[in-house]
């Protein structure tokens, strides 16, 4: 079930956020009723950016050996048809 408490809790009631997050579920948290944050064990926040250094080395070695550059839109949209798996 997902966990939505206002910030104060993280001060007020830590360790129940805490068994949340070390149970491998994010806590996103409120300010004045709008979302503020997401709290994530170190593991999770691992795991879901692990790949991002490498693969920005890559690109970094690519552009360094092509002239070829694509603009935001050029990147966003083949993101997306990764995405759609078009």
Partial sequence: MIQIRPVSDLRNKFPEIERTIKEGQPVYLTKNGYGA?????????A????????????ADKIAETTEERLSHDDVFRNVRSVIRGK
């Fill in 37 to 45: 944050m997401v709290v994530l064990s170190l593991e999770e926040y």
């Fill in 47 to 58: 795991r879901l950016t692990e790949n991002v250094e490498m693969k920005l080395d890559e």
